[in-house]
């Protein structure tokens, strides 16, 4: 219709403008309409332009328009498709500045029991259940390359910070500082939100590996990453006085994907040194649930200057079935005394029982799996079989801790991305155990067990 207007418009101005003079008007009149015409054609030919600009704003207006929609039906059925798998995805906060806000959490309550010999009385066995774990924490960026991540641990009344740390990445390279993980293998830094069993292989908890505040740095280029640091104490720690020691920690992975294959190959070493003469470790370890303090393998304290540890770590993810073995040596520097070096280390393998499911993997570590049929969606969630080989010996150098041969199998029950239960049996054998059953040292513990959790 605009342009029906203006050709209209300047038909008429023309038309006007070169009519010749009506009966009995005189010359001057004629010479007047002409000038009140050419004025005129300069109006409409100013509203034809205003005309062109108006359209060319409305045009722009509408591609504006259909790129909102665009955006709008693509995160409408992003979101669709992240609820069609079971997922889910808190909402983050972010400014243009780059900086954001992101909340996260999990929650796992157990319960199990814990069989001996009868010759053995201990209050601390038999039936319980916890929460096992409690937390809640934020994460996000700020900006020109860093950002932080925040959490803190509830489930024993008394609330623990676990991770408190700043961090700034420049492409493959990145630089923590902080509470955080040291590098000790794959089993320790995997969350317990994907760990297929409970809990972890024994030695990770009886070589006391934990959380400490220090400096890291990593760096990643292609399949290959190095991780180093430096570190002193746990947080909750640092207002003791045995806070004094300080360890170097350091990781190499290589972790190809061949085809649909995923391989992961690793090594880790940690130096501590206790600083002071008069300094102790003790390793020992729970028979594969932690809602029990008794521990039947314990060196007791042993009076030590530092502790040296070197790992081995490999894993294969393929289809449906996943295999992961780890092994791990501490020894203890003792002054005046020979060093005695303990061993623990574990096999494991599992396999999806439910179509096209298989275990995440990401950033050198398992990661979260997403049922291809989740619960909701017509499908009945993910079903994961495991089996595993647990070993840990604290006997050497005349410590005397005792020997753990545990033999584990899980099933795992995923009927969405976010939640998780969990059935864990474990017959743990014991030789030269801590705690005696009457005048013998060596006998089996049956520990059963299930989870309940979820994590967003």
Do not use: C
């Amino acid at each position: 219709m605009n342009n029906a207007l203006r050709i209209s418009a300047f038909a008429a101005a023309v038309t006007l403008g070169w009519a010749a003079p009506a009966h009995g008007q005189t010359a001057s009149d004629a010479e007047a309409l002409r000038a009140e015409m050419a004025a005129m054609r300069q109006q409409m030919a100013a509203m034809a332009a205003k005309i062109d600009t108006l359209e060319s704003e409305l045009d722009a207006t509408d591609v504006k328009a259909e790129q909102a929609t665009l955006a709008a039906t693509n995160a409408t059925q992003s979101a669709a498709a992240s609820q069609a798998k079971g997922e889910v995805k808190v909402a983050e906060l972010e400014k243009s500045s780059g900086w954001s806000f992101k909340p996260f959490g999990r929650l796992m309550v157990d319960a199990g029991t814990v069989s001996t010999p009868d010759s053995i009385v201990d209050n601390g066995l038999g039936f319980a259940n916890e929460v096992r774990r409690a937390r809640i924490g934020v994460k996000g960026d700020l900006g020109a390359g860093f950002g932080y991540k925040t959490e803190v641990e509830f489930a024993d009344n008394d609330p623990e910070l676990t991770d408190a740390i700043l961090t700034y990445k420049d492409g493959g390279a990145t630089l923590t500082v902080g509470q955080h993980n040291n590098f000790q293998g794959l089993e320790e830094l995997t969350s317990s939100r994907f760990i297929s069993f409970m809990e972890r292989a024994a030695f990770t908890d009886a070589f006391g590996f934990k959380r400490r505040v220090g400096v890291s740095g990593q760096f990643k280029t292609g399949a290959a990453t190095i991780q180093a640091g430096i570190f002193t104490d746990n947080i909750g720690d640092l207002s003791s006085d045995e806070n004094n020691s300080y360890s170097l920690d350091g990781r190499l992975v290589f972790a190809p994907k061949v085809g649909n294959t995923q391989l992961h190959i690793g090594a880790s070493a940690h130096y501590r040194d206790l600083n002071d003469d008069a300094s102790s470790v003790r390793y020992r370890q729970r028979p594969s649930v932690h809602f029990t303090d008794t521990r039947f393998i314990n060196t007791g304290s042993i009076g030590a200057s530092s502790e040296t540890g070197f790992g081995v770590e490999g894993a294969v993810i393929t289809g449906p079935f996943h295999a992961q073995a780890e092994g791990y040596w501490q020894t203890v520097n003792r002054p005046g005394m020979a060093d005695p070096t303990f061993f623990g280390g574990a096999v494991e393998a599992g396999v999806y029982l439910t179509k096209g499911d298989t275990r995440g993997y990401k950033g050198n570590k398992f990661d979260r799996n997403k049922p291809v049929n989740p619960v909701g969606s017509g499908g009945i969630g993910a079903v994961q079989l495991n089996v595993r080989y647990d070993y840990l010996d604290l006997v050497d150098a005349g410590v005397v801790g005792g020997m753990q041969n545990a033999y584990a199998a899980s099933l795992v029950w995923s009927p969405t991305a976010n939640t998780r239960l969990t059935v864990n049996y474990t017959r743990n054998e014991y030789d030269m155990a801590d705690i005696a059953a009457g005048l013998d040292t060596d006998y089996n513990v049956n520990a059963f067990a299930v989870r309940a959790g979820f994590d967003f």
